[in-house]
């Protein structure tokens, strides 16, 4: 495959709002489009049965993030406690270069840490850290040590 666009995600949300606000103000996310996604076409795709509403989002890199929205709210499926548990996407992963700051940032807009902080002290050779945005969607975010 040649690929001709940056990936993109399909993230199903059930506040809309509060998630346009995280990936927004925390993550640096700049909305680019929304787009009502009629029933036909969204049971047509297998997508949805009722239609959505899609908010397409891009990070400073150029990935695209769709949050998805549809009429009823999806069910919140909690993560595992250990990732590697079960198949399937388990986390999003972003490199930074002020973990704590971006970490503080999330933690206002009701993520939760879910991996020990300790590792925030780069004892490891980077600094890293997983927490769940506000809808249990888990996120690692990755500092390099500096000159890396």
Not at 95 to 107: G, T
Request: proline share 9%.
């Amino acid at each position: 495959m040649e690929q001709i666009a940056a990936l993109e995600v399909g993230l199903p949300v059930v506040d809309l709002e509060r998630m346009l606000a995280f990936y927004q103000e925390v993550l640096s996310f700049e909305e680019v489009r929304r787009a009502d996604i009629p029933a036909s076409l969204s049971h047509a795709l297998t997508a949805g049965n009722d239609g959505y509403l899609n908010v397409w989002l891009k990070s400073p890199y150029g990935e695209i993030i769709k949050l998805v929205r549809p009429p009823d709210p999806p069910n919140l499926t909690p993560p595992p406690q250990a990732l590697s548990e079960r198949t399937g996407f388990g986390y999003l992963t972003f490199y930074c270069k002020d973990i704590e700051l971006v970490l503080a940032a999330a933690e206002s807009h009701g993520a939760r840490v879910r991996s020990d902080r300790e590792l925030l002290d780069g004892r490891v050779g980077v600094k890293l850290i997983f927490f769940e945005d506000p809808e249990g969607n888990v996120i690692e975010l990755v500092e390099p040590p500096a000159g890396a």
